[in-house]
């Protein structure tokens, strides 16, 4: 069973940056993908980023490709989600999962554990 806690949400300027990470514990870190997913009030959850076991493969959704950046420390288990150029359609709660494939997808039901979720509100 793997644990999974997000922090470093918060309340930013359009234009700014946040970092959030997600620290893991119960499992074997190196043998997850992970993935950053967000919902906004009324809306789906949906992808933004993820990054294969190695950290050598990465995907994003299109609205933040470019802006935002996905990496992980296995050694520190965590995997991190730079966030720049904040804008405020990407105002949501963002939640880390981990998936037992090699790579991760984009797909919400592929992934096996969540975080609780840390808000970020992008003012205009």
């Known amino acids: 069973q793997v644990q999974l806690v997000e922090s470093g949400g918060g309340l930013v300027q359009a234009g700014g940056s946040l970092r959030l990470s997600c620290a893991a514990s119960g499992g074997t870190f190196s043998s997850y993908a992970l993935g950053w997913f967000r919902q906004a009030p009324g809306k789906e959850r949906e992808f933004v980023a993820s990054i294969s076991r190695s950290g050598g493969a990465r995907d994003y959704v299109g609205s933040v490709a470019g802006r935002f950046t996905i990496s992980r420390d296995n050694a520190k288990s965590t995997v991190y989600l730079q966030m720049n150029s904040l804008k405020p359609e990407d105002t949501a709660v963002y939640y880390c999962?981990?998936?037992?494939?090699?790579?991760?997808?984009?797909?919400?039901?592929?992934?096996?554990?969540w975080g609780q979720g840390t808000q970020v509100t992008v003012s205009s």
């Open positions: 999962a981990a998936d037992r494939n090699v790579i991760g997808t984009r797909t919400v039901t592929e992934y096996d554990y």
